[in-house]
Structure formats: structure tokens, C-alpha cells
T-cell receptor
Framework: LAKTTQPISMDSYEGQEVNITCSHN???????ITWYQQFPSQGPRFIIQ???TKVTNEVASLFIPADRKSSTLSLPRVSLSDTAVYYC????????????FGQGTTLQVKP | SAVISQKPSRDICQRGTSLTIQCQVD?????MFWYRQQPGQSLTLIAT?????????ESGFVIDKFPISRPNLTFSTLTVSNMSPEDSSIYLC???????????FGPGTRLTVL
């Protein structure tokens, strides 16, 4: 399974756009990239998933370059409630389906 | 999306006892998994719960300590056996939906072993 590398922590202010980049140099052909958000004492919450190029939903965008060795989660206009840990994972969802969690990025949004 | 519930949500147990955690999904799923999250740490995959057969365990986890059942497509149990204080963690189940191949997580079971 491909290992991912993310910044340990990031700070931002309310209303700003936040971009969290994840490195996954050993991503396999069948791997998808998935991002989760976790608040204290809760299970991870699915944010977005993609294979290549750009994916957008109602809460975030995911940018994946052509070589797929990295990806960037973009959160538009963050609020205090976006303070959480964000995990980037890669895995073959149609194979074993296993997701191996790294340390994640702790995002602190300040007023 | 899938709604996943876990029972109990939390428990305090005595050393040497066992606790069974239940995981129920409200829709058809293909795969189910169990994770452990120790305080302040990331999630660690314990095993894949296979329907009708023995679970597939990750390195460092064994069936005698963490027996898992999955009698049907939407239900699984994890037992933490012969508990010690080191087993104090949050245990989470997850499931991959059949429709979107997206993995969703339950709210977790907070276990404290005294």
C-alpha cells in the first residue's frame, strides 16, 4: 500500500482558502485517493475521493496532477468548525479496499 | 452514503474481561473493517471482516485477542479479549458501500480498561 506524507499541522483564518498537499510517490495504478476529516471523539468523515485531474463536491475540491504522485485538498472559505484532523489515503477500493492511515494534518482555523 | 452504528458507544471494563462491540450498517456493503485509535494517535487497521469466513488480520493483531464475526453483509462484531489497560482505545468499524465503493466510518466505541 502506498504511503502518504502530509504536513503535521497547518494554521488558517476564517474565510481563507486552505490547501493541504499530500505526497504519495508510490501510488499504484489501481489506487484511488481519498480524504477524510476527523473531529475529536468522532469517526472519520468522508470528504472527497478521486483518481485523476480534478474532483469537486459541495465541501471541497481535490486536485490530482497527471503523475498522481501528489494531491491537494482545497477547502474554500474555512470556518472555525473546519478545525479538525485531515487524512489523505490511497488504496485500491476495488481490490482489498484497505486504507492505511498516516498521521494526518491538524488544521487549526483561527478567528 | 451509509449510516453506521456501533454499540456500545463507550464502556469501562476490568482487566481480564472481554468486550464485544457491534457494528451495524444501514445499507448493502461489500467490505467491513475494524480499526483502533489510541489516544492522540491515528487509526490502525486491525482486520478485514469477511462474511462467512475468518477475518483477515493485519500484522500485530491475532484472532485469539480480537475475534471478529460477520454473519451477514451488514453486521459485524469485534471482541477484545482478556483486556489489559493497554487495550484502552477507540475502536471503529468501517464499511465500503456497494454502490459507490466509498468507505464510511462508525462513530467509534471508547473503551477504558482499569
Amino acid at each position: 500500500l502506498a504511503k502518504t506524507t502530509q504536513p503535521i499541522s497547518m494554521d488558517s483564518y476564517e474565510g481563507q482558502e486552505v490547501n493541504i498537499t499530500c505526497s504519495h510517490n508510490n501510488i499504484a495504478t489501481n489506487d484511488y485517493i481519498t480524504w477524510y476529516q476527523q473531529f475529536p471523539s468522532q469517526g472519520p468523515r468522508f470528504i472527497i475521493q478521486g483518481y485523476k485531474t480534478k474532483v469537486t463536491n459541495e465541501v471541497a475540491s481535490l486536485f490530482i496532477p497527471a503523475d498522481r504522485k501528489s494531491s491537494t485538498l482545497s477547502l474554500p472559505r474555512v470556518s472555525l468548525s473546519d478545525t479538525a484532523v485531515y487524512y489523505c489515503l490511497v488504496g485500491d477500493k476495488r481490490g482489498t479496499g484497505k486504507l492505511i492511515f498516516g498521521q494526518g494534518t491538524t488544521l487549526q482555523v483561527k478567528p | 452514503s451509509a449510516v453506521i452504528s456501533q454499540k456500545p458507544s463507550r464502556d469501562i471494563c476490568q482487566r481480564g474481561t472481554s468486550l464485544t462491540i457491534q457494528c451495524q450498517v444501514d445499507s448493502q456493503v461489500t467490505m467491513m473493517f475494524w480499526y483502533r485509535q489510541q489516544p492522540g494517535q491515528s487509526l490502525t487497521l486491525i482486520a478485514t471482516a469477511n462474511q462467512g469466513s475468518e477475518a483477515t488480520y493485519e500484522s500485530g493483531f491475532v484472532i485469539d485477542k480480537f475475534p471478529i464475526s460477520r454473519p451477514n453483509l451488514t453486521f459485524s462484531t469485534l471482541t477484545v479479549s482478556n483486556m489489559s489497560p493497554e487495550d484502552s482505545s477507540i475502536y471503529l468499524c468501517s464499511a465500503m458501500t456497494a454502490s459507490t465503493d466509498t468507505q464510511y466510518f462508525g462513530p467509534g466505541t471508547r473503551l477504558t480498561v482499569l
